[in-house]
């Protein structure tokens, strides 16, 4: 009876490992998400993609200090309208002020943000970040727009955006940061001609 015990919880343990590593890098309500972003899309694609170690070498050429284990099994839903390729939709779970915070980001044809918005946080910070005050300046920049945003180290702005309060500066990094894994993980695991 012990060792029943023993394997039920073990098989348990497993499964809750799984089901999280599933949800890890997730839109929750794709179809949601990808109206918001493309309100006149028709269809969209799922296609599932796993970072290996080129990909994660690329990642920190660009951005050092990127935690080894960061990086797993992504979904990236391809977006269109009719035949037309609208753009991508991808999601990135990072570390935040108050715990995991999870962003979609949508991106153009030629990989460039096109938007992005929180699917959960609990920063203090967010309506900043989520503001077109800070969207609109991130808005259409691709990976060398980004990164000239930060300093040398990456670790922080180059020099403070513009209305940004010092109490946003953490968060509005992170979510820097994360575009720039989103557009290269999404250029770098999938097959894609960009051009738009």
């Known amino acids: ?18 089901a999280s590593a599933v949800a890890y890098c997730a839109v929750r309500d ?4 990808i109206q918001q972003f493309f309100p006149d899309y028709t269809s ?30 992504h979904t990236l839903y391809v977006v269109f309208k009719d035949s037309e390729l609208l753009g991508y939709v991808h999601a990135r779970t990072e570390k935040g002020d108050w715990g995991l915070d999870e ?16 699917q959960r946080s609990r920063s203090m910070a967010r309506a900043w970040v989520e503001s077109d ?11 060398d727009g980004l990164v000239a945003l930060l300093n040398a180290e ?11 309060a010092l109490s946003a500066r953490d968060t509005s990094l992170n979510a820097v940061r994360s575009a ?8 770098h695991v999938w097959p894609i001609d960009s051009a738009e």
Do not use: C
């Not at 994660?56 to 960061?70: A, G, M």
């Not at 005050?133 to 990976?143: E, G, S």
């Open 154 to 164: 990456r670790d922080d702005f180059r020099e403070p955006l513009p209305g940004m």
């Open 103 to 118: 962003l979609i980001w949508a991106l153009s044809p030629s990989l460039s943000i096109k938007d992005f918005r929180y």
């Open 180 to 187: 720039i894994k989103t557009i290269l993980i999404t250029d």
């Open 1 to 18: 009876m012990k060792n029943i015990r023993l394997i039920m919880t073990f098989v348990m343990a497993l499964t809750v490992q799984e």
């Open 30 to 33: 794709p179809v949601s998400a």
């Open 44 to 73: 969209y694609e799922a296609v599932d993609g796993a970072v290996d170690m080129s990909v994660r070498d690329l990642i920190t050429e660009k951005l050092p200090n990127v935690h080894f284990s960061e990086f797993g099994t």
């Open 133 to 143: 005050a800070f969207v609109d300046q991130i808005r259409n920049l691709d990976v």
